[in-house]
Structure formats: C-alpha cells, structure tokens
C-alpha cells in the first residue's frame, strides 16, 4: 500500500541532544512537508521541499533543520537550538505541477518529548 | 497574507444533532480551501475540499461545506452527529497550487450520548 511512514511513534530525548525524526513515502510525490502541532495551535509549517535538493523555510524553521537528498525521503532534525521541541510533528507529501490542486497527505506523526 | 480562523476550540453536540464548525478564511485571491479531521494520536484525513468547482461541496462521512466568497466562509455541516464524529476539525487554505496549506487552531467535536 502507499503511503507515509513516520517513525518513531513516540520518541523521548534529554534537554540539549539533537533528534531526528524520519519520514518516508512511497506515493512517488515530489513534495513534502514538515508540521508542528501543540494543543490549540493547530499546524504550523517548518519547512517543506518541493524537489530533491531543494527545501524552504515555513513559519517556524528555527531551532530545526532538513535535508531532501532523495524523493522518498524527508527527515527532520530537532536541534539543541529549538527552545521547547516538546510537541507533535507530522510529515505531508503532494505531488506537484498542473491539473488542479495537489493535496496533502498527512503521515501519522512523531510525539517528541524532551526530559 | 492568507489566513484561517476557526470559531469555537471546541463544540458539544447531541447524537443526532446537526453539526456545523465555522471556519473564515482570508486570502487575497481565490482560495483554495480543505477540512481535515484528526483522531486523537494519528494524523490528518481529508474530509472534503473546495478547487473552484461548485461551491457546495460533499466530503466522506457525511460532511458538506458550502464555500461563501461573500462572507469569505466555508462551514462543515453534516445533519445527524454519530458518536464516530468526535475529534479535531481543521480548516486549512492555499492561495496556489503547489503552496503549503495554512491551518486553522482546530476546533474538537465532542458527541454526547
């Protein structure tokens, strides 16, 4: 089946270590994105790539970082910087180009917890 | 800039009441515009979505939003609430075709018995 991998499900981590959160898919989508969910905040955008090799920064990039040096693959690292990493992420993917709206899908997210 | 604003964190209804969650939007040119619906601990599942077709749009579960450019809305109805139906709700938009979505706070749908 196709679809998005995120792992792990829940991850904890000591305050000041880096962590990075896996994501995958294999919908054969060119683009991918990086949410941050904290209770009543709703999402908001870390970074997104819309080709390998290639990626951009979203409302909160600071304190995290990405790399894209393959489709499939899109993984966050949550650095020393970011100052309260506690919070849910999820990982989205679309395709790109014409032919009307490319809609996300939404892997089933990472829960970090830093101690 | 783009912009969601969803009214109510959270709304409690009966089963078998109607169910609506406002949602507002702000865009500068035509929107395109989504309800997603999240389980607690799992991601998102699009409901339905608004790409300028028609403006009464029909979504899985039994949700329909109707796009309103003169109130710039988009509200999710379904008419009879299932106990099924409780979890968070999220309006999002997207001024282009390959841009990111930007989300709304969420409201959570509880359904009382």
């Known amino acids: 089946d196709g679809g998005i991998t995120q792992s792990p499900k829940y991850l904890f981590r000591k305050e000041g270590q880096n962590v990075t959160l896996s994501c995958e898919q294999n919908?054969?989508?060119?683009?991918m994105y990086w949410y941050r969910q904290d209770p009543g905040q709703g999402l908001r955008l870390i970074y997104y790539s819309q080709i390998v090799n290639d990626f951009q920064k979203g409302d909160i990039a600071e304190g995290y970082s990405v790399s894209r040096e393959k489709k499939e693959s899109f993984p966050l690292t949550v650095t020393s910087a970011q100052k309260n990493p506690t919070a849910f992420y999820l990982c989205?993917?679309?395709?790109?180009?014409?032919?009307?709206?490319?809609?996300?899908?939404f892997g089933p997210g990472t829960r970090l917890t830093v101690l | 800039a783009q912009s969601v604003t969803q009214l109510g964190s959270h709304v409690s209804v009966s089963e078998g009441a109607l169910v609506l969650l406002r949602c507002n939007y702000s865009?500068?040119?035509?929107?395109?515009l989504f309800w997603y619906v999240q389980y607690p601990n799992q991601g998102l599942q699009l409901l339905l979505k608004y790409t300028s077709a028609a403006t009464l749009v029909k979504g899985i579960n039994g949700f329909e939003a109707e796009f309103k450019k003169s109130e710039t809305s988009f509200h999710l109805t379904k008419p009879s609430a299932h106990m099924s139906d409780a979890a968070e709700y999220f309006c999002a938009v997207s001024e282009g075709r390959n841009t990111p979505l930007v989300f709304g706070k969420g409201t959570r749908l509880s359904v009382i018995a």
């Open positions: 865009s500068s040119v035509p929107p395109y």
């Open positions: 919908l054969n989508h060119d683009a």
């Open positions: 989205a993917s679309s395709r790109t180009g014409t032919g009307g709206y490319n809609e996300q899908f």
